[in-house]
């Protein structure tokens, strides 16, 4: 998610790093225990338990951390930028901390 229309003093900015979140892994991990327990069930159940792991294995490699853009200024900090990317915000992250530096 990118915030579009907003411009940040650079003149105001006292630091920047990034920040990532982790996506919850509840969700993904209660079908992979549904899974096994229908497993121990018997032969009977074992579509539901294939289909049960496998939903939960599908679900937790499809989740993605975000990894953001934080700038602090004199007001507090502030999320700048945010982005599946970890590798673009990392150089994001440098090329405003360069601009500080270079600042002064």
């Known amino acids: 998610m990118m915030y579009q229309g907003k411009t940040y003093a650079m003149s105001g900015v006292t630091s920047v790093k990034?920040?990532?979140?982790?996506p919850s892994r509840k969700g993904p991990i209660i079908l992979i225990?549904?899974?096994?327990?229908?497993?121990?069930?018997?032969k009977?159940?074992?579509?539901?338990?294939?289909?049960?792991?496998g939903g939960g294995i599908a679900w937790w490699v499809s989740q993605k951390s975000e990894f953001s853009v934080m700038l602090t200024s004199a007001s507090g900090e502030m999320q700048a930028y945010t982005s599946k990317d970890g590798a673009f915000v990392s150089k994001i992250v440098n090329a405003v901390n360069d601009a500080i530096v270079h600042r002064g």
């Open 33 to 42: 225990v549904i899974g096994v327990l229908l497993l121990a069930a018997g």
């Open 18 to 22: 990034s920040w990532e979140k982790t």
């Open 44 to 53: 009977s159940a074992i579509i539901g338990a294939v289909l049960f792991i």
